[in-house]
């Protein structure tokens, strides 16, 4: 069983940043793929951005490349979401995942361990 932790949420200014981290424990590395999803009131979860814990692969939805960066720290068993140039239609509450399956890294279904959620909030 892999338990996650994220952090880092919170209020910001439209165009600043945040930075949210993922503390994952429990054999996270067997789950291979490290993901971050978002959910608002009235919408459907949705992906943002993943990475295996082995660095071969990352992805990001559109609505945030260029803007968000996605690494880990194996040693720290963490991983983290730089968000830059944050918009209003950021705002969501920002999960963390894990799943046994890195060529499926848009669907979570597939993500077997989630996270609490961290709330982020864009707005002036």
């Known amino acids: 069983q892999v338990q996650l932790v994220e952090s880092g949420g919170g209020l910001v200014q439209p165009g600043g940043s945040l930075r949210l981290s993922c503390a994952a424990s429990?054999?996270?590395?067997?789950?291979?793929?490290m993901g971050w999803f978002r959910q608002s009131p009235g919408k459907e979860r949705e992906f943002v951005a993943a990475?295996?814990?082995?660095?071969?692969?990352?992805d990001y939805a559109d609505s945030v490349k260029e803007r968000f960066i996605i690494s880990k720290d194996i040693a720290k068993n963490t991983v983290t979401l730089q968000m830059n140039s944050l918009k209003p239609e950021d705002t969501a509450v920002y999960y963390c995942?894990?799943?046994?399956?890195?060529?499926?890294?848009?669907?979570?279904?597939?993500?077997?361990?989630w996270g609490q959620g961290t709330q982020v909030t864009v707005s002036s």
């Open positions: 995942a894990a799943s046994a399956y890195p060529d499926r890294t848009r669907e979570p279904r597939v993500y077997e361990s």
């Open positions: 429990g054999r996270a590395f067997s789950r291979r793929l």
């Open positions: 990475v295996t814990w082995r660095g071969d692969l990352t």
